[in-house]
């Protein structure tokens, strides 16, 4: 035995291999190689009958190809492998895959269409985290610990250092005000979170439109222009609405707002629980304790700010009658909006 025995093994093994045709087989080369009875085994074993000189020598070279070898194996597996799957994509006599195709989602087709309309008269976007703190989305909003509207706003607590999802887009206000100088002119959509059981007309997630407005001898009557300039637009023209009294700790006077019920035209049906009427957002004016907290001069400035539940709005749009099916993710739902 010497050192061409060894590297003639090598160049049978290196033939076989490159021949081999699955993982079978390559299996039994491996097997013939380098197993313990293999053809590299009885060379090894055979090392200390050689002179002392050329023992070195012979032991690294064995060395060598075992691994050469081992990796050859290894190349020729990957090759295989993806050599099947070729063949497999190539197969044209497959049907295809049908794949559907996605569209917007109604909820965002709606809230495009309310920041168009409100972009139209000069609001800018802007966006406000979902995780909040207590101070955002209850202190600074003039609804200190325990005061009693806090049960209106029913709340996921996290469990770290006072935070929360927030229950309102309201705390939008907060920070932009802090942030930056007035005039302001504000809409911020986004998420909301209450813990309420699913139904028909309830989700522990929905999506609100906050607007915001504080400049200079700001009233209830701009408030009313900028809404009536809104419902018209996306309603329609002959939609009457109306301001009813209400209350909000963030507001005052504040006031919820109903358009007369589309369904009906005003005459009384189940959708708007016989009244003639459906409630579609909250407002007012923005309350001087909150204008105080952010540092604004109430003197100099005031503010009006509204707030939109879409997906109520988006139900009485397109005459959907359960909310669930926003969140289904049912194909065959979503497909009609887009
Ligand atoms: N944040 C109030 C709610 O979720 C709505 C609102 C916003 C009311 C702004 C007045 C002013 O019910």
């Given at each position: 035995m010497n050192i061409t025995d060894i590297q003639n093994i090598f160049t049978e093994a290196e033939e076989k291999i490159s021949q081999a045709s699955d993982s079978n087989e390559l299996d039994e080369i491996k097997h013939f190689y380098l197993g313990r009875k293999g053809k590299m085994a009885q060379v090894i074993k055979q090392i200390p009958e050689l002179?002392?000189?050329k023992r070195p020598l012979a032991g690294k070279e064995s060395n060598i190809i075992k691994g050469k070898i081992q990796s050859l194996l290894s190349d020729r597996t990957q090759q295989l492998k993806?050599g099947q ?254």
């Amino acid at each position: 035995m010497n050192i061409t025995d060894i590297q003639n093994i090598f160049t049978e093994a290196e033939e076989k291999i490159s021949q081999a045709s699955d993982s079978n087989e390559l299996d039994e080369i491996k097997h013939f190689y380098l197993g313990r009875k293999g053809k590299m085994a009885q060379v090894i074993k055979q090392i200390p009958e050689l002179p002392e000189e050329k023992r070195p020598l012979a032991g690294k070279e064995s060395n060598i190809i075992k691994g050469k070898i081992q990796s050859l194996l290894s190349d020729r597996t990957q090759q295989l492998k993806t050599g099947q799957e070729k063949t497999q994509k190539i197969d044209t006599s497959l049907p295809a895959v049908k794949r559907t195709l996605g569209g917007r989602h109604p909820i965002t087709i709606v809230i495009d269409d309310i920041c168009k309309i409100f972009e139209h008269i000069g609001f800018t976007l802007v966006e406000g985290p979902e995780i909040e703190t207590d101070y955002y989305n209850f202190k600074a909003l003039n609804i200190p610990e325990g005061h009693p509207a806090r049960d209106n706003f029913a709340t996921f607590y996290l469990p770290k250092d006072n935070m929360l999802l927030r229950s309102q887009t309201s705390p939008v206000q907060i920070r932009i005000m802090k942030d930056v100088e007035p005039p302001l002119r504000i809409l911020s959509p986004g998420k909301v979170f209450r813990p309420d059981n699913l139904d028909a007309s309830h989700s522990f997630m929905f999506h609100q439109i906050e607007g915001l407005v504080v400049d200079k001898k700001t009233n209830f009557t701009h408030l009313k222009a900028s809404l009536s300039y809104f419902v018209k637009n996306f309603f329609g023209r002959d939609v009457t609405m109306r301001f009813r009294p209400h209350y909000f700790p963030f507001t005052e006077p504040s006031a919820e707002v109903d358009i007369a019920c589309i369904i009906c035209g005003g005459e009384g049906c189940s959708v708007c629980s016989r009244t003639g009427w459906l409630e579609i957002l909250g407002a007012g004016m923005v309350h001087p304790n909150v204008l105080k907290e952010v540092g604004i001069e109430e003197s100099i400035f005031q503010g009006y700010a509204f707030g939109l539940g879409i997906e109520r709005i988006a139900m009485l749009k397109y005459g959907i009658t359960d909310i669930r099916m926003f969140f289904n993710n049912d194909m065959r739902f979503l497909k009609q909006f887009s």
